[in-house]
Every structure is written in structure tokens, then in C-alpha cells.
């Protein structure tokens, strides 16, 4: 499926602690690998794939913090546009668990009001190992209201339907709205209006934006 035929174009941004396997969830949905000993970067690390949703091609443009969160530089710039945001933690770190919350708050100060979120435990075939039972993340996601997975980066467990359920959930939210396209030091994905609003272009750009990944799409559907 080519990117350059797609019908949305939608941002996803991918949060959580370090070391919780954000980067390897990205790229074993967007180039199926996994990587045993990932290097940490300063930036913002992107990768884009596209599904099909009832006839429609949407790309997701999948945006990772690549080690801000360490020192906590994750910018309102780097939550602009996104209509989609995946909170991982590591099921064998209850820390990480806890932080989630920490997330989640940052999202609702600096994303808009109306991101769809999705809690992932990360690292599942780590069973004996495990800090955080699968009923005390299912209870946290359904009093935050927000959809929950628990993946495997390792083993790919769950990881496509996680991302296809978050892309499915936007589509279903904003798929039938018209769409104005926001440009940010020259990229461009699609945000929703409501009918009849004047598109304006948002000019604040993402902080030190780096990639090893295919390019978004220029233009629009």
C-alpha cells in the first residue's frame, strides 16, 4: 500500500518513560523490526505506515520522544496536531506504571481536549517478571476512560492491533470531518474542523525534529 495514495494523514504520538520499549513498538509497526539494544537520541524520532479502514487509506505519521522524557523536554510543539497519543509503560516496572499518570496529565495540558489516548504494557512475553497486573492497568485505563493493550515489541504480540485500533478510533472521531492541513516547519498531517471553520495554519514548530524514517507526505488527500 503507497503512502502517496492515502485518504488521511493522521499524527500519533507515542509517550512514556524511557526504556519501556517505545522506540522498537514504532519500529516493529512501521518496519517490523526490533532491536535487541537500542541507542537513545535527543529529538524526535518518526516513522509513518499506512492501513486501509473501511475502503480508506489512512497513513499514520507515528511520532517518538527518542529520550526527551528523560530530561523532560517533551514541548507542546511536539503534541500539536496529534489526534492520537500511546502511553507505554513496561509491565515489569511498576514505576514506569505510575508514571503513567504523570503522562496523561502532561497530554491533557498540552495536547488538545479531544486526543484520543491508548495505554499499552509493554514487554508481555516478560511474564515472570511482571510488576503490574494486567486487571490493575485494565481498571486504571477504564477509570481514565482510555483504551488499553498490554504488546511485545520481542515478539510483535498485539502490536499492529493496538496501533490499528488507536488509528481506527480517530477515524471513527474525526474520518468524517473536513480536514485542514497543519504545517509545521514544513511538515504536514491532517487535523480536524469543524465544517464550515476557517483552516488556518499553526506555525509552532516541533523541537529538534530528527528522523531515519520515510518522509510525511507533502500535500494532502
Not at 49 to 75: L, P
Not at 150 to 158: F, I, Q
Amino acid at each position: 500500500m503507497r503512502e502517496e495514495e492515502n485518504d488521511y494523514l493522521f499524527k500519533i504520538v507515542i509517550i512514556g518513560d524511557s526504556a519501556v520499549g517505545k522506540s522498537n513498538l514504532l519500529n516493529r509497526f512501521t518496519r517490523n523490526e526490533f532491536t535487541e539494544k537500542t541507542k537513545a537520541t535527543i529529538g524526535v524520532d518518526f516513522g509513518t505506515k499506512s492501513i486501509e479502514i473501511e475502503g480508506k487509506v489512512i497513513t499514520a505519521q507515528c511520532w517518538d520522544t527518542a529520550g526527551q522524557e528523560r530530561f523532560r523536554a517533551v514541548t507542546s510543539g511536539y503534541y500539536r496536531g496529534a489526534l492520537g497519543a500511546m502511553i507505554v509503560y513496561d509491565i515489569t516496572s511498576k514505576i514506569s506504571f505510575k508514571n503513567v499518570t504523570r503522562w496523561l496529565n502532561e497530554l491533557r495540558e498540552m495536547a488538545e481536549p479531544d486526543i484520543l489516548v491508548m495505554m499499552v504494557g509493554n514487554k508481555s512475553d516478560l511474564e515472570s517478571s511482571r510488576e503490574v497486573s494486567t486487571r490493575e492497568a485494565q481498571s486504571f485505563a477504564e477509570a481514565n476512560k482510555i483504551s488499553f493493550l498490554e504488546t511485545s515489541a520481542l515478539n510483535s504480540t498485539n502490536v499492529n492491533l493496538s496501533f490499528e485500533k488507536l488509528l481506527t478510533d480517530i477515524y471513527n472521531q474525526f474520518g468524517q470531518k473536513k480536514a485542514q492541513v497543519v504545517m509545521d516547519d514544513g511538515q504536514e498531517w491532517l487535523k480536524p474542523t469543524q465544517s464550515g471553520q476557517k483552516i488556518t495554519p499553526l506555525n509552532e514548530a516541533p523541537v529538534n525534529v530528527t528522523s531515519t524514517h520515510q518522509e510525511p507526505k507533502k500535500g494532502c488527500c
